[in-house]
Nanobody
Framework: VQLQASGGGLVQPGGSLRLSCEVV?????????IGWFRQAPGKGREVVAA???????YYADSVKGRFTISRDNAKKMVYLQMNSLKPEDAAVYSC????????????????????WGQGTLVTVSS
């Protein structure tokens, strides 16, 4: 397993959670784009946020202003800070990686990502 997501749990609407994606390989965390994805019951997997090896970021419209993706290469970690959570944010969240060169655009589609970790469940309910 190249990536492992953690940090999910039960949170009330309006609450916050921070998800962590542990990347096993230093080379992967240094040279790959890392994305966060989610899949709710009965729905397809969707991209939530992504971060380029160069630091550029992408957010789905549904989470802009509420979620923040960041990376700590020294710790081989990528984080997803989720604030102002809504019931519709409930899903299994996974992280994935794709190798990119510095000048390549940030991958923002699910099917672009190659290496996937197991997910962590986020439940938003009162």
């Amino acid at each position: 397993v190249q990536l492992q997501a953690s940090g999910g749990g039960l949170v009330q609407p309006g609450g916050s959670l921070r998800l962590s994606c542990e990347v096993v390989s230093q080379s992967m965390v240094d040279h790959y784009a890392i994305g966060w994805f989610r899949q709710a019951p009965g729905k397809g997997r969707e991209v939530v946020a992504a971060i380029h090896r160069g630091g550029g970021t992408y957010y789905a419209d549904s989470v802009k202003g509420r979620f923040t993706i960041s990376r700590d290469n020294a710790k081989k970690m990528v984080y997803l800070q989720m604030n102002s959570l809504k019931p519709e944010d409930a899903a299994v969240y996974s992280c994935a990686a794709k190798d990119v060169i510095v000048t390549a655009p940030l991958p923002t589609r699910v099917d672009e990502y190659v290496y996937w970790g197991q997910g962590t469940l986020v439940t938003v309910s009162s």
